[in-house]
């Protein structure tokens, strides 16, 4: 056995006792993921309140709604505001992840 194999046995061996687990946290890396994270997350939330602002603004009864009716604005076939939420929603859901 050698290389990455004969290493991680040694790592592992019940009697080093964990004392030989050399594992990078790559701190810097995680630091700066998590920033452009937070900066694609203030982009998703500024370009939602814009689609908020006109659909509130909109001559339609139905987007202007969506602030006020879940259904209205989850079930419409053109709901730009949704899709953005969803979006929105999977970069929180990988921000939160990271996060732990």
Do not use: P
Request: one cysteine or more; hydrophobic letters at 35%; a negative charge.
């Amino acid at each position: 056995m050698e290389g990455y194999a004969k290493l991680a046995e040694l790592m592992g061996n019940d009697n080093t006792d964990g004392h030989l687990l050399i594992y990078q946290k790559f701190e810097n890396l995680s630091a700066q993921d998590l920033l452009y994270l937070q900066a694609e997350l203030i982009d998703l939330q500024e370009n939602l309140n814009e689609l908020v602002k006109k659909d509130a603004e909109s001559g339609d009864e139905n987007r202007q709604m969506y602030t006020r009716d879940w259904w209205a604005l989850s079930s419409s076939d053109d709901s730009r505001q949704w899709q953005k939420w969803l979006e929105l929603r999977t970069k929180l859901r990988e921000y939160c992840e990271s996060m732990q």
